[in-house]
């Protein structure tokens, strides 16, 4: 097989992601979606592989900056729409094209790369760590209730409806004050607020989209985006999207969602995995809630990235890191830092720790403990006492959390 790495060509567009398309097996020609994806796409961070004259290979990137440990937004390439054609599977093509990938990400100093994965399995050999979880429920309204305020009103909080697409401005607001609070957020670009109003994703089914947006002194401090089906006794309301500033106004809406009329179901496929309502509900197991992986991070430039976030608590360790596929990351990495800041430089002091890149991407945003991988076999201790230390440092107050994929 004789194929050829090309940037994508806006004209080549329709071909590009017809061969997406094929190798998910249709699974991503998403109606209105397909046309945001198609206004989003990066073309210069775009490869196309192309064999006698047909797109046979698709990779594309997007520039995000994404929030980390301590409040810093950092330069991340988000991977995405990554698809090999059947007939010309295990041939070596996706490494190729993953290998020029990376290579691009540290030429254009980002220190990291992130990615959602259609299959598990697929990315770790890449350097990939699954570094955030999110839960997705199915509520039993009628058998699960919230607690309630301490008396009315006492949240302050002003729920109203508003045009879904009409509230973006205010609702971008209210996302755009999250984004710093809870690592593994992204800023959202120009025209990244549209997969907010996008009906047809993942667990919304086809069911209309509304939007209720909670208010305190007349500003906007929360917003949801939901639909109902079947509203008829036994309608579900599908939770699109929720944010807000404080506790209060979250759990003022979540209080709103449970209780809409002629419905008996909320459910949800992606929330951070210590949403605040988990804590309120009377009885949890009536909520069937599930665990599932969702971002996975690596470091491109290992050192520029360690320095990058903020730690929990004082932390001085030698890493020995292997990365046979970005070689440049191997070797013996001093980090020292605390909830100030950081530095990570190379040093020839003996290691503390010794694992895969692979790990650092799983522990980075403070979702993954480092003794959880040690039990697993993936982290060695070679100082007594540096294991317990450095999980504790790389730990976090808030999970994790991608609030939406790419």
């Known amino acids: 097989m004789t194929t050829e790495l090309k940037e994508l060509d806006p004209a080549d567009w329709e071909q590009w992601y017809r061969c997406l398309n094929t190798a998910f097996a249709g699974e991503v020609e998403l109606g209105e979606q397909r046309a945001l994806w198609r206004s989003l796409t990066e073309h210069k961070r775009s490869l196309g592989a192309w064999d006698d004259g047909q797109v046979v290979g698709t990779l594309s990137a997007f520039s995000f900056r994404m929030a980390v440990p301590g409040g810093a937004v950092v330069p991340t390439a988000g991977l995405t729409m990554v698809g090999v054609l059947p007939t010309h599977r295990r041939r070596g093509l996706l490494t190729t094209m993953i290998r020029r990938h990376l290579e691009q990400v540290r030429e254009a100093g980002e220190p990291l790369a992130a990615l959602t994965a259609s299959e598990a399995a697929i990315y770790g050999r890449f350097g ?13 309204t009628r058998r699960v209730r919230l607690a309630e305020p301490a008396a009315p009103g006492a949240d302050g909080v002003r729920l109203r409806l508003v045009d879904s697409v009409a509230a973006l401005p205010e609702t971008e607001k209210v996302y755009a004050r999250q984004v710093e609070r809870r690592p593994g957020m992204l800023e959202r670009l120009p025209g990244w607020e549209r997969l907010e109003t996008v009906v047809g994703g993942v667990g919304a089914g086809s069911v209309g989209q509304l939007c209720v947006v909670a208010e305190r002194d007349g500003a906007a401090v929360g917003y949801a985006r939901y639909g109902v089906s079947e509203a008829d006794g036994t309608g579900t309301v599908r939770v699109r999207s929720l944010a807000a500033d404080d506790g209060a106004t979250e759990l003022a809406l979540w209080r709103f969602l449970f209780s809409i009329d002629l419905t008996s179901r909320v459910s949800f496929y992606d929330r951070p995995v210590d949403d605040a309502w988990q804590y309120e509900v009377d009885d949890i197991r ?120 790419f």
């Open 286 to 405: 009536g909520c069937a809630v599930q665990l599932r992986d969702n971002l996975y991070l690596r470091p491109v430039e290992l050192g520029a990235a360690l320095a990058a976030r903020r730690y929990a608590a004082p932390v001085d360790v030698v890493l020995e890191v292997t990365d046979p596929f970005c070689p440049w990351n191997e070797g013996r990495w001093r980090l020292s830092g605390d909830r100030d800041g950081a530095v990570c430089e190379r040093t020839t002091d003996a290691a503390d720790l010794a694992l895969s890149v692979r790990e650092v991407g799983a522990a980075y945003l403070g979702g993954t403990s480092l003794t959880g991988l040690a039990r697993a076999g993936r982290v060695r201790e070679l100082r007594a006492g540096a294991l317990a230390r450095a999980t504790t440092a790389f730990g976090w107050d808030v999970a994790p959390w991608l609030p939406h994929g």
């Open 128 to 140: 990939y760590g699954a570094a955030t979880g999110r839960i997705r429920a199915d509520i039993d």
